[in-house]
């Protein structure tokens, strides 16, 4: 028995040791071929892809199309498996690989069309940027005909094999881009919800305008939706299939600084555009350089261009304008043909397709989708057996029109000329081109210009059009069809301002003279203020003082409500140490403070003991999910509405005084529960944590730790240096106030010395776990540092990609 207990031991061992190497072995394979010479079918000439000591690759050919060819074979070499999502979303394809739980938002995808609209935006595409796209096109499929070692361990793992890139891949992801930037809609829904229990006036309250303006005058769409007796119900299944869009407190931010106010009398130019975090990040750095083209920055793999960055004559770099662009239609369906609605001449049959949808171990999903005059039926997401689009729920359907979606977006057309632009006027004249999605683009050039312009199509609205915008409007009735679109030299602009400085951080761009409408629905402008604020405080400015703004911490929505949580009253074991802590609070949120966590915890519970009850507590928690009601909760609180401060499920009467002094209570009990009774040992970064998602490991616990990346920071979702509060706890973990939208790059660009310009992402360059530099820059981003733009040398690493004999 002892010897066979033994023997099995050994071999026992032996198949860990194999094991072990066999990783080993994989894990050397999987890693790209960086060095040497590749003969591969595509170039016209060679390439050289040099990779520096961080992994940012300069890529030189003998033209431009050669060296997008390699921005296509590097892309591929390190984010094969993004490439890989970023074609499954655009497509609707997710459930093929991930099963039933994608399914959903598959047939959302499906519904809204951005595979059917980049076939037709493909085909409107100009002949330069068609062949930067084939090219682009050419290198991701050269690399997995002849780069491709090893399948990246997510392919692996889930049994998959990578499948060709297409131009429409390219083109579907920058419409999803302008999803994600996009959240109209959602509010539009929302709006028809609140309608149904609320009046106009509280929804107002709920969704208060920007500061100093006032609502909207808009006909009573709560009477209109109660008349109409739409249901509640109406779309919720595209909302919650839908992927993210329009999140609360997500934005970016930008900067210019013209050279009579910098230490080199040049321009300087920051940007930090805010996005999901993801693992691995969202952006990847590269250098493009032919004959007569040479650009470097942040460039997005799927899409052949720099998206932001600098050239040899100018720096640029984008902000969210958040326009409404996105408006929804109720279109009343046939009482006894559900393939007909409603339209100002009559009865019209709704344009369909059939689609199949594969889902992974289970039978093939077909569905139908829908259009109307107005554009795809987002209401059919939720799939036929919802009854959400017949008689006995009022006979609806909700169908979206959305400038993205229009054939003659031409966003790659457009990137690829802001690539080469060479001045700041030239940069203008080619924004004027850009459509979607709407972009408050700042730009400098070496001759001393600067300017900001908020660039894409904004739709008009006819003066008979009573609902602008806010919610589903009668699909039958053209007054709330759009009218056209505003000329786009007549949209928001700043060029070569007296004060020195242009900035923008998601807040109104002009004035309250303005006289054509872009959107209700701006930024509040804390970030804006903060910004101007530091950017005003000094004479001249230099890099070191431009990365000092973006590394602020320092929250302007804090700072008004402190006084409040300054008041409370409390018999709480542990209000006295807590009171010590917010005593010394100055609202700069510091990841190794513990003020900032006792500050967003009653936050968190006092706007749930305001709202919850009038909104309902469903629909309340998933609001949780894209917005904080901060806005609001502000207004009520500083004008005392005991309307919306007394709980309607409870006897007596609450006030708001109340209601502060409970939710203080509250935090401190979730506090001590999660953090332990020293108030003093508590951190706001042992909560905060910046969390880089991984799709879709981070939704397996036993994969998680592995392929999502952590880190914890100081900040909010109102200061400078962004990382938005989640309000709701993690699915996975169930921890509260993690980040998981923040400044997914930074850059910061010298237009005296491009030498100096420099540049940091949330991540690492590579998507391959396995790398070193997978999770190399996490650490220098949670703590505002960074890296050359443009370094002196490059050479760790070269890699010759040689055309293949015919």
């Known amino acids: 028995m002892l010897r066979w207990l033994r023997r099995m031991a050994l071999w026992g061992l032996a198949l ?29 000439a060679d390439i050289t892809i040099e990779r520096d000591a961080d992994g940012i690759p300069t890529i030189r050919g003998q033209s431009r199309d050669d060296v997008l060819f390699g921005l296509g074979f590097a892309h591929a070499q390190d984010r094969l498996w993004q490439l890989e999502t970023h074609r499954r979303i655009g497509s609707g394809r997710l459930a093929e690989a991930f099963g039933e739980p994608a399914l959903d938002t598959d047939r959302f995808l499906r519904a809204l069309g951005v595979r059917r609209a980049a076939e037709a935006q493909w085909a409107h595409s100009g002949p330069d940027a068609r062949a930067a796209v084939l090219a682009y096109t050419a290198g991701i499929n050269a690399f997995l005909q002849r780069g491709l070692q090893a399948r990246p361990p997510e392919f692996v793992l889930l049994g998959l094999q990578p499948a060709a890139w297409t131009p429409q891949d390219t083109i579907a992801w920058t419409t999803m881009m302008a999803w994600d930037l996009g959240g109209n809609w959602n509010a539009e829904l929302l709006r028809m919800r609140l309608a149904l229990t609320l ?20 006909a009573d769409y709560a009477a209109l939706m109660r008349g109409l007796q739409v249901d509640g119900r109406l779309a919720q299944a595209a909302v919650r299939a839908a992927p993210p869009s329009g999140i609360d407190g997500v934005g970016s931010n930008n900067w210019v600084v013209h050279g009579s106010r910098t230490v080199t009398g040049k321009p300087l130019l920051a940007n930090d555009p805010h996005l999901k975090l993801s693992a691995p990040a969202l952006w990847y750095f590269a250098r493009l350089e032919a004959p007569g083209f040479k650009v470097a920055g ?58 199949t949808i594969r889902v992974r171990g289970q039978p093939d999903v077909p569905v139908t989708v829908r259009s109307t005059r107005h554009g795809p039926v987002i209401s059919d997401a939720g799939g036929p057996t919802d009854g959400l689009t017949g008689p006995a729920t009022g006979g609806y359907a909700i169908a979206m029109r959305w400038t993205a979606l229009d054939p003659d977006v031409r966003s790659i057309d457009t990137g690829l000329a802001l690539n080469t632009a060479e001045s700041v006027g030239s940069f ?7 459509v979607a999605p709407m972009q408050n683009m700042v730009v400098a050039d070496v001759d001393g210009r600067i300017a900001m312009v908020a660039a894409g199509r904004v739709p008009l609205r006819g003066p008979d059009h009573d609902l602008k915008g806010l919610v589903p409007a009668p699909g039958w009735e053209t007054r709330y069809d759009w009218t056209g679109f505003l000329d786009p030299a007549l949209t928001p602009r700043d060029i070569d301002p007296p004060r020195g400085f242009v900035a923008t951080a998601n807040q109104r761009v002009h004035g309250p003279e303005y006289p054509h409408f872009i959107t209700s629905e701006w930024t509040v402008p804390y970030r804006h203020a903060r910004i101007v604020e530091l950017l005003a405080s000094r004479e001249r400015h230099d890099l070191d003082s431009l990365r000092a703004i973006q590394a602020d911490e320092w929250s302007g929505a804090t700072a008004r409500l402190l006084p409040l949580l300054r008041s409370v009253r409390s018999t709480h074991p542990l209000a006295e140490a807590a009171r010590h802590e917010i005593a010394a609070f100055d609202a700069t949120m510091s990841a190794d403070k513990a003020a900032p966590l006792i500050f967003w915890a009653w936050a968190r519970h006092l706007t749930a003991a305001v709202f919850a009850d009038e909104v309902g507590q469903p629909l309340f928690e998933v609001q949780l999910g894209t917005r904080t009601f901060r806005e609001a909760l502000e207004a009520v609180l500083l004008r005392h509405d005991a309307w919306w401060c007394d709980d309607k499920v409870t006897g007596p009467a609450e006030t708001c005084a109340q209601q502060i002094d409970r939710a203080f209570e509250k935090a401190l009990e979730e506090l001590q529960s999660r953090h332990g009774s020293d108030v003093a040992t508590w951190r706001w970064g042992d909560a905060h944590e910046a969390r880089s998602e991984h799709r879709p490991f981070s939704k397996v616990a036993a994969l998680a730790w592995l392929f999502e990346t952590r880190v914890p920071v100081g900040g909010d979702t109102y200061t400078v240096n962004v990382s938005k509060v989640r309000m709701r706890p993690d699915p996975v973990t169930g921890a509260l106030y993690v980040s998981e939208h923040g400044a997914s790059f930074r850059g910061l660009y010298d237009l005296a010395d491009p030498a100096r310009s420099r540049i940091m992402l949330s991540t690492g360059q590579s998507g391959n776990v396995f790398s070193p530099r997978y999770r190399s820059f996490v650490e220098p981003w949670a703590q505002v540092r960074d890296v050359p733009l443009w370094p002196a040398s490059v050479s760790d690493e070269r890699l010759v990609l040689s055309p293949e004999a015919p």
């Open 16 to 44: 860990l040791v194999l094991a072990a190497l066999s990783l080993s072995v994989y894990a050397w394979r999987v890693l790209p071929r960086t060095d040497g010479v590749l003969r591969v079918p595509g170039p016209v």
């Open 298 to 355: 942040a460039t997005m793999p799927g899409l052949p261009m720099v998206v932001l960055g600098q050239n040899q004559r100018i720096a640029w770099g984008f902000t969210n304008t958040a326009p409404d662009v996105q408006d929804l239609y109720l279109e009343r369906v046939h009482p006894g043909d559900p393939m007909q609605y409603q339209t100002p001449t009559g009865w019209a049959r709704f344009e369909t397709a059939q689609e």
């Open 428 to 434: 203008l004249e080619i924004a004027r081109r850009y």
């Open 199 to 218: 009046p106009v006036e509280r929804i107002n309250q709920l969704l208060p305008p920007y500061p100093g303006e006032q609502p909207l005058a808009t």
